[in-house]
């Protein structure tokens, strides 16, 4: 015997372990892929057939299971959770207590599948309570929606662990889709549907069950929109909706609704919001408003209030009585959320579990064949039941014309099965239910009543038969079953009365709040350090250093606007600011930093600050000669980035902002090198934004400053000291050359700073 033993044979390799040599860019587009699309398809698209997402349906039936039935108690909340988490959804508590807290709020869910005891959060965006102290049970919509789970009507998959079942889809006839909507960001692409009036998607699914050929227009007849769970005001034009439904995209504004009240004192008012757009939390709506007002971006709001309690009640304070309460609720729809846009999408899985955008008209028609699919599969369900029970009744009766020898066989044979099968040629099931039968049934009435049975169940099987065999049949049955379901959610019941209004509303027009504000005469001051300040009327330039500034500053700007007025700043390096007259700091004080205000650079310098003249144009002008005209209206920018309006490159600084006095036709150049060009403004381009075009050239260094005035005026100077003489040279003949020339020196008499002020 050998003392050699053989090596025992190497275990197989686990295939989670096996090292796969493939390209990585194919390995991982494949693995995206399949992560994708279970995204997708098990995760944030809803399926048309019951409107539901995967969390959705096994919350649903897992309550179920637990019979939580609206005439049942409740249960806590993290019961169900752990039934989900543990048999059916594999994922983290938070999550599908979250999507349970969602199918519970009133705000969030036009027709709510889960009764909630407890805190379930609120419209002010307050999170719910921990799922140990919440309970809940299922409504009615939710019974509905579920109706026929035991008959047959779907099929059922086992679950993740192969320990349970659980339906593929909820059978039940409510239109879950459209009626509470869904929402969802999947990978690649997303879905976002509004509720509906489950009475209007009734009525238009019963129009294509008798017309499926009806036209897009016929429908949005009866769709007149979304019936969104918090109401409001959809202000959209028809044609509009109709277009966004045809499609399956687009979107739609709402409006809050509002009502002027009179407030108690002589003709004041006050107007009350009543119901918000939906989605928007009502919380941080009211620190939005109460942000412009705080900003005094609308000054015509004096105060907000909220005196919600289970109804919102938001109440605007105006400034005065005067105010036009249309025009303030304008202007708060395009500065806060009481106006926003709701997006449409209509992205749903068909019953091949594809995604598809579809309109809704094509979602109507897939929901009427899965529903009459439902009708056929529980109808062909209940006929397999009568079939089963009709051949046990025919053995009963058999057994009843022929009860002494069923007695004899039974009483005088061990095995009486094969025989009763055999002599009265009964099946299995029959001859089986014939030997448990009890004794006390063996009466002549109980004979009468099985005759009576079969006669009831025969007919019965004849109705059903006809109807799986004639789709017109179930066509009629399908509108019986729809409109039974229409008088529990009409619009005479409190459930099913719809709660957002059409109301045709032109987008809300820009307000010039400057209509608003009362115009004063202010000086407005800026120092060389960059500190501004408004000062209440008008007051004497002629001495600017007496206004008060810090140690070592001075002023740099002065001049006088009103309160009305926007200012116009522009800095070195081509960015211009719009200011508010309105809203400069005092003059109590050396005011506040500029840089405070705006969102400028570090090292950017204000070179130029004026009252914007909407109707007025400026001469731009870089130190390296480039220039161009724009129309102030063009670079006004109430944002605190400001606006780019000059390209510069390498070292170049914005020099020259002047503005173009009414009538001038001619502009001045002159440069560092002290030479002078008289040019047509017309060879000048007007841009709102760029480099501009050379108006001097250069052999050495740039230009010294420009301007604009009227050639028959002549062109002017100050003479220097202190006279406050000017000097105008009215001959201008040997300066006067194309856009682009070098120049020659000026007239005798001008200043050696090279400046024409």
């Known amino acids: 015997m ?186 690649g692409m997303a879905t976002s549907i509004p509720s509906h009036n489950v009475a209007e998607i009734i009525d238009a699914a019963t129009l294509l069950i008798d017309n499926p050929k009806a036209e897009h227009a016929e429908i949005m007849e009866l769709i007149k929109g979304p019936d969104l769970a918090t109401g409001g005001t959809l202000v959209d034009p028809k044609s509009v909706i109709d277009a966004a439904y045809e499609s399956g995209r687009g979107a739609m504004r709402v409006r809050a609704k509002w009502e002027k009240e009179d407030a108690e004192g002589r003709g004041a008012w006050q107007i009350v919001v009543t119901e918000i757009p939906y989605q928007v939390q009502k919380g941080k709506l009211i620190e939005q408003i109460a942000q412009i007002i705080a900003d005094k971006k609308l000054p015509i709001l004096a105060d907000i209030r909220d005196e919600s309690d289970e109804q919102v009640r938001i109440v605007l304070e105006p400034r005065t009585r005067t105010v036009d309460p249309e025009d303030l609720m304008n202007a708060l729809f395009r500065m806060s959320d009481l106006e926003n846009r709701f997006s449409l999408n209509m992205n749903v899985l068909d019953k091949d579990r594809t995604p598809k955008v579809m309109g809704i008209t094509e979602v109507l028609h ?32 058999i057994a009843y014309l022929n009860l002494d020898r069923v007695i004899e066989i039974i009483r005088n044979h061990d095995e009486p099965k094969p025989l009763l099968m055999e002599e009265f040629k009964l099946t299995d099931r029959q001859a089986e239910a014939i030997l448990n039968m009890r004794l006390r ?75 608003f504000i009362e115009k004063e005469p202010v000086t407005v001051i800026m120092s060389k350090r960059g500190w501004i300040k408004a000062m209440k009327g008008h007051a004497d330039l002629s001495a600017p250093e007496a206004f008060k500034f810090k140690e070592g500053d001075g002023p740099k700007f002065a001049f006088h606007a009103q309160t009305t007025d926007k200012l116009l700043m522009c800095c070195d390096n081509g960015r211009f600011y719009t200011l508010g007259a309105d809203r400069l700091p005092g003059a109590r004080g050396f005011g506040e930093p500029v840089a405070s205000m705006v969102d400028m650079e570090a090292s950017a310098e204000p070179i130029a600050l004026m009252v914007a003249d909407m109707k007025g144009r400026l001469l731009i002008a ?9 129309n102030i209206a063009d670079v006004v920018a109430e944002t605190k980035k400001g606006r780019q309006v000059v390209n510069l490159k390498g070292d170049a600084k914005l020099l020259v902002v002047r503005p173009v006095p009414e009538g001038a036709d001619h502009v001045a150049a002159i440069g560092e090198n002290r ?35 009227k050639l028959e005026e002549g062109l002017s100077w100050p003479m220097g000291g202190e006279t406050g003489r000017t000097r105008t040279e009215n001959d201008l003949t040997m300066w006067r050359v194309a856009r682009g020339a070098a120049g020659r020196l000026p007239p005798t008499g001008f200043p050696k700073t090279g400046k024409f002020d």
């Open 675 to 709: 030479k002078l060009v008289v040019f047509a403004l017309s060879e000048m381009p007007e841009m709102a934004k760029g480099q501009g075009v050379m108006l001097q050239r250069y052999k050495d260094g740039g230009l010294s400053d420009a301007t604009v005035f």
């Open 366 to 397: 897939h929901w009427i064949v899965h529903q009459i699919e439902v009708l056929v599969r529980r109808s062909q369900h209940r006929m397999d039941k009568i079939d089963a029970r009709l051949e046990l009744l025919e053995g009963y009766i």
């Open 2 to 187: 050998s003392d050699v033993t053989e090596a025992p044979e190497p275990a197989p390799e686990d295939e989670f372990d096996a090292i796969v040599d493939a390209p990585f860019d194919a390995a991982l587009s494949e693995r995206y892929l399949i992560y994708a699309m279970s995204t997708i398809t098990a995760r944030s698209l809803p399926d048309l057939r019951d409107g539901l997402k995967p969390v959705h349906r096994r919350l649903l039936w897992a309550m179920r299971l637990l019979k939580l039935d609206p005439s049942q108690g409740y249960k806590k909340c993290a019961r169900v959770v752990g039934d989900v988490i543990g048999k059916y959804h594999p994922h983290g508590d938070q999550s599908v207590y979250d999507a349970m807290v969602r199918l519970a709020q009133s705000f969030a869910m036009r027709y709510p599948l889960v009764d909630g005891q407890g805190n379930f959060g609120n419209i002010d965006g307050d999170n719910a309570a921990a799922y140990r102290y919440t309970e809940a049970r299922l409504t009615r919509t939710a019974i509905e929606l579920m109706h026929g789970l035991d008959e047959g009507t779907v099929d059922f998959k086992p679950t993740y662990n192969g320990e349970d079942e659980e339906p593929e889809i909820m059978p039940g006839l409510f239109p879950n889709l459209l009626a509470n909507g869904a929402s969802g960001i999947a990978v």
């Open 441 to 515: 049934s063996l009466r002549k009435l109980e004979e009468m009543e099985l005759r009576t049975e079969r006669d009831k169940l025969l007919e019965e099987r004849k109705g059903l038969e006809s109807l799986i065999e004639s789709p017109a049949r179930q066509k009629t049955r399908l509108k019986k079953d729809l409109a039974a379901m229409r008088k529990l959610y009409g619009e005479d019941t409190e459930l099913g009365k719809r709660r957002t209004m059409l109301q045709e509303a032109a987008p809300a027009r820009e307000i010039s709040l400057e209509a």
């Open 622 to 630: 870089s130190t390296w000669g480039r220039g161009f005209i724009t």
